[in-house]
């Protein structure tokens, strides 16, 4: 069985807003041109698989459903087979080809990348899709699949403590090609935690019982691929920005939602504190030439409960993001090289340059 991983950058952070560091950009166009980011990360995943097929190959597969009649052999196929609503599944090893080949069921307290909301019978859909002999669907047949059906699963599952711009995303265990030809068509409708590369990353806890911002701990570091932030590493790595602080909006407004203009007028001061602290002074952000930014709540989180955010420090370019090298807290480069310290604000404004050809200014 093959988690789906085309939704991976619907569950990471969302970075948005840029502040501090000039130019400085509207907070709109800010939004929308980070936004245009995480989505290229989305269409990225989806060609990816299904161009490699990376994720959709398995040989350890359930070659059983309620409408084939065939028998499990292996105790990842009765696990899976087995599993309904509620269940948590994990695996620990990935063959070549991407292949989950001992996937269990373990209690939903411990580590596990999956929790089942429905099983998905193909052999009763109607029509001739899915029947005996029918070709393999393939990703972005079974990404419609998920969108048709998991995502309702989930709603039914959660109802409105579902946070559709949280840690969590919709997900879909499916077969391998190898399993639908011999007559597998159960699939499994989950909630997983992935990264915006579409990593599954282990949780622990039931997802409708802990809170599902959609946040990375504090010096945390989130990799960066082709200018789009990617799966978690050392900040001795590339990245494309680092999370310097975690900020619970409820302490200032325990109430109703804020608005997005209040959310940034209290964040602004918040973050920037967060960053003179985390940086060590209230020049290094601007002597490193990073901008600081932070994500922000919608009416949908809200509902669903969720009240924190990050605060994180990087350094946005026109179509996404620089690569940096080394924590902020210390030597870092950008791009490969070291950042070069702007000269103090004000300075050389009192002495023009002269235009070419022009007098020596007086003193000259």
């Known amino acids: 069985m093959s988690p789906d991983q085309s939704n991976g950058a619907e569950a990471q952070p969302k970075p948005k807003r840029p502040r501090k560091t000039p130019p400085r950009m509207s907070a709109t166009m800010t939004r929308r041109a980070l936004a245009a980011v995480a989505g290229g990360a989305v269409i990225a995943a989806v060609a ?9 190959r398995s040989e350890n597969l359930p070659v059983i459903s309620s409408g084939s009649g065939l028998q499990a052999t292996k105790v990842e196929d009765v696990a899976f087979a087995s599993a309904t609503a509620g269940d948590c599944l994990d695996w620990t090893s990935a063959g070549s080809r991407g292949d989950r080949t001992d996937v269990t069921k373990v209690d939903c307290s411990e ?41 309702p699963s ?10 559709p711009e949280g840690k ?5 265990m499916f077969p391998s090609e190898s399993g639908w030809a011999a007559g597998e068509r159960t699939l499994r409708c989950g909630l997983q935690f992935s990264s915006t590369a579409g ?20 010096g945390s570091c989130i990799g ?24 619970d909006l409820a302490t200032r407004f325990p109430g109703p939602m804020p608005s997005v ?3 940034d007028e209290y964040l602004e001061d918040v973050c920037t504190q967060a960053s003179n602290e985390y940086l060590g002074s209230a020049d290094a952000l601007r002597d490193k030439t990073l901008t600081l930014f932070w994500d922000n709540l919608d009416l949908d989180s809200w509902l669903a409960g969720s009240r ?22 210390g030597d870092i480069l950008i791009d490969g090289t070291a950042p070069v310290k702007p000269p103090p604000i004000g300075e050389g404004r009192s002495t023009p340059t002269p235009l070419p050809g022009a007098a020596p200014l007086p003193g000259a």
């Open 48 to 56: 990816t698989i299904a161009i490699a097929d990376g994720f959709n």
């Open 111 to 151: 580590e596990h990348r999956f929790e089942v909301t429905s099983a998905l019978d193909l052999s009763v859909y109607p029509g001739a899709e899915f029947g005996p002999g029918s070709r393999y669907p393939g990703a972005l047949r079974f990404a419609s699949l998920r969108d048709e059906h998991c995502v």
């Open 199 to 218: 990593t599954l990353l282990p949780f622990t806890g039931r997802v409708e019982d802990q809170d599902q911002s959609n946040i990375w701990d504090p």
């Open 168 to 172: 969590f995303s919709v997900g879909l």
């Open 224 to 247: 960066i691929n082709q200018g789009v932030p990617s799966d978690p590493v050392d900040c001795a790595q590339p990245h494309a920005f680092e999370v310097i602080s975690v900020v």
């Open 308 to 329: 924190r955010i990050n605060c994180s420090i990087g350094k946005e370019t026109e179509t996404g993001f620089a690569t940096v090298t080394g924590s902020a807290k």
């Open 261 to 263: 203009e209040d959310q």
């Open 154 to 163: 989930v709603g039914n599952y959660l109802g409105a403590k579902f946070d």
